[in-house]
């Protein structure tokens, strides 16, 4: 079998979740997120990220959190504005316009919005009300390139939208990573702080599945609930998501499972450095995008399984490497060594 960097949920889950699992199998609770476990994760997420006031939500998976979230932010006419390499915009087959809402993208070079980007955006839908009406900026931190936001660039989106009058919502999936980051001056309560709406990531950072839904805006969070049942969302054994959420926000496994996989992906982009290699962005989490002679992709796929993301030309691509919080030290040496014969 083939030594995968494919992506970060290929993994089941972290012991002590397992653990927990296990522990309190046979306890009743109450269903449908009205449990203890639930009770307790959402107090957590309250807080490690500052948010008292939040109306916290706990949901399977990441488009799913998406499109719920999305959906319910918008009335009929409104759209949301994604970088050209949202994942709502490239990976989600169209579930936000199923709902009947406009993705517009926005050129982006690292996968990270501006308010200049967003501007270019708003001055193509001026025939109102011809056009639709732009309401919601969707970012992704982690970036589905590999990128951050520093605080600036955040607090620039944040009081951007908050001047025209639209929301701002963060895709969640990758946020332990961002947070992890050896040089990222965002901290959590900055998140809450600064946007509307987010999701925190459990599915890839060490949990079985989940997401947690924050709407710190309160004039979002009305009948914000109602969305979550009428879309299906809301699981009968919530515990699920609850135990794992709580398990995770203890003792700041959390973030430490996020740092283990920043500082796996961090050695093998030393050593493609090390071979004069140039990156389709300057990531510092747990995805890098080395750009790879053709050649050099055939020998790594003997051994290794990973993504091409794209073509740059006719003799090089960019792969997309990814570790996560259980890739180990012997899987990350056996492709350094590989790389180093290349």
């Known amino acids: 079998m083939k030594i995968s960097f494919k992506n970060d949920y290929s993994e089941g889950c972290h012991p002590k979740i397992l653990q927990q699992l296990v522990e309190t199998n046979l306890i009743s609770q109450a269903g449908y997120g009205l449990d203890d476990y639930t009770e307790e994760a959402i107090n957590l997420i309250k807080k490690e990220f500052q948010c008292p006031e939040a109306q916290i939500y706990l949901v399977s998976g990441g488009t799913q959190a998406n499109l719920i979230s999305i959906s319910a932010i918008l009335r009929p006419h409104q759209s949301v504005i994604a970088s050209e390499y949202g994942h709502i915009a490239t990976?989600?087959?169209?579930?936000?316009?199923?709902?009947?809402?406009?993705?517009?993208?926005?050129?982006?070079?690292?996968?990270?919005?501006?308010?200049?980007?967003?501007?270019?955006?708003?001055?193509?839908?001026?025939?109102?009300?011809?056009?639709?009406?732009?309401?919601?900026?969707?970012?992704?931190?982690?970036?589905?390139?590999?990128?951050?936001?520093?605080?600036?660039?955040?607090?620039?989106?944040?009081?951007?939208?908050?001047?025209?009058?639209?929301?701002?919502?963060?895709?969640?999936?990758?946020?332990?990573?961002?947070?992890?980051?050896?040089?990222?001056?965002?901290?959590?309560?900055?998140?809450?702080?600064?946007?509307?709406?987010?999701?925190?990531?459990?599915?890839?950072?060490?949990?079985?599945?989940g997401e947690a839904i924050v709407i710190t805006n309160k004039d979002l969070q009305e009948d914000f609930g109602f969305y979550i049942k009428q879309k299906g969302a809301m699981l009968a054994k919530g515990r699920l998501l609850g135990i794992q959420f709580a398990t995770l926000l203890k003792n700041e496994l959390y973030i430490k499972l996020a740092k283990h996989a920043n500082a796996q992906a961090k050695k093998l982009k030393i050593a493609l450095e090390e071979k004069g290699v140039c990156?389709?962005?300057?990531?510092?989490?747990?995805?890098?995008?080395?750009?790879?002679?053709?050649?050099?992709?055939?020998?790594?796929?003997?051994?290794?399984?990973?993504?091409?993301?794209?073509?740059?030309?006719?003799?090089?691509?960019?792969i997309r490497l990814i570790t996560s919080w259980a890739t180990t030290d012997e899987n990350v040496n056996s492709l350094v060594t590989k790389i180093k014969t290349l």
């Open 91 to 209: 990976n989600e087959a169209g579930a936000i316009e199923a709902t009947g809402h406009k993705v517009n993208t926005a050129y982006s070079t690292d996968g990270k919005l501006t308010p200049e980007a967003c501007k270019d955006v708003l001055a193509l839908l001026t025939n109102v009300p011809h056009v639709v009406q732009p309401k919601l900026v969707y970012i992704s931190n982690t970036t589905e390139l590999g990128t951050h936001y520093s605080l600036k660039e955040l607090e620039s989106l944040s009081q951007f939208t908050r001047q025209q009058g639209m929301y701002l919502f963060m895709d969640g999936a990758r946020l332990a990573q961002a947070l992890a980051i050896e040089d990222s001056d965002i901290l959590p309560a900055d998140i809450a702080r600064l946007c509307d709406a987010f999701y925190i990531g459990a599915t890839k950072n060490g949990g079985l599945l």
């Open 279 to 318: 990156f389709l962005t300057n990531s510092y989490s747990n995805q890098i995008f080395p750009i790879l002679p053709y050649t050099w992709i055939d020998e790594l796929e003997k051994e290794f399984d990973f993504h091409i993301w794209k073509s740059i030309d006719e003799k090089h691509a960019a």
